[in-house]
C-alpha cells in the first residue's frame, strides 16, 4: 500500500510559477512510476506528465512540455511538477499517482487526494 499526499497547489497569476509536491508512504516510492494528472471539472482526469522510477525517463503531455517538469528525490520519497508560465486553462485538481507498470498515462495503482491549482488573468 502506498500513501500519496500533494502539496503546493494555490491561486496565482497568469504567467506565475508552482512547484507541487507528492510525498510518499508505505512500500518505498522508489519502485514505483510516478505520474501528474489534472482533473477540470466536468471532465475526465488528463495524463500530464510521468517519471520512472530512478528518475532516467520522462514522459510529458503534449499540452504541457516545455513548460511542466517532473522530477522525482527517492531519498526524500518525493516527486515533485514544476509549472511555469501558467494559465487560465491549467486551472484544474492536480493529482499525483504511482504505478507499477512503467510510464504512460494508465495503468496507475494509488491515487492522492489532489490538490487545486488556479490560475487567474
Known amino acids: 500500500q502506498v500513501l500519496l499526499v500533494e502539496s503546493g497547489g494555490g491561486s496565482v497569476q497568469a504567467g506565475d510559477s508552482l512547484r507541487l509536491s507528492c510525498a510518499a508512504s508505505g512500500r518505498t516510492e522508489s519502485s514505483y512510476s510516478m505520474g501528474w494528472f489534472r482533473q477540470h471539472p466536468g471532465k475526465e482526469r488528463e495524463f500530464l506528465a510521468a517519471?520512472?522510477?530512478?528518475?532516467?525517463?520522462?514522459k510529458y503531455a503534449d499540452s504541457v512540455r516545455g513548460r511542466f517538469t517532473i522530477s522525482r528525490d527517492n531519498g526524500k520519497n518525493t516527486v515533485y511538477l514544476q509549472m511555469n508560465s501558467l494559465k487560465p486553462e491549467d486551472t484544474a485538481v492536480y493529482y499525483c499517482?504511482?504505478?507499477?507498470?512503467?510510464?504512460?498515462?494508465?495503468?496507475?495503482?494509488?491515487w492522492g487526494q489532489g490538490t487545486q491549482v488556479t490560475v487567474s488573468t
Open positions: 517519471i520512472g522510477q530512478y528518475g532516467y525517463s520522462r
Open positions: 499517482a504511482a504505478s507499477t507498470r512503467g510510464l504512460g498515462p494508465a495503468g496507475y495503482d494509488y
